[in-house]
């Protein structure tokens, strides 16, 4: 059985079966075994099989709400 890999990231060079992905994480690049399978595709998740693992990448970043400050009265 393949190892599952479950990561928020950007993958930085099209997938193409045969080739290794490339992928940017948290600070680091990963570049993965081969590809041999892309499963699915889009612009929001990647879902791919490589020589050694099975990838799912969320590749939109996730949503924060910033805090807003407190409003302030007016001072007259």
Do not use: W
Not at 25 to 48: C, K, M, R, W, Y
């Amino acid at each position: 059985m393949k190892k599952k890999v479950s990561l928020s990231g950007k993958v930085l060079l099209p997938l193409q079966e045969g080739q290794r992905a490339v992928i940017q994480s948290g600070g680091s690049i990963i570049h993965t075994s081969l590809v041999v399978e892309i499963i699915e595709q889009n612009p929001d998740f990647a879902h791919f099989e490589t020589m050694n693992s099975v990838y799912q990448v969320a590749l939109a970043p996730v949503p924060i709400e910033a805090a807003l400050p407190t409003p302030l009265a007016m001072c007259a």
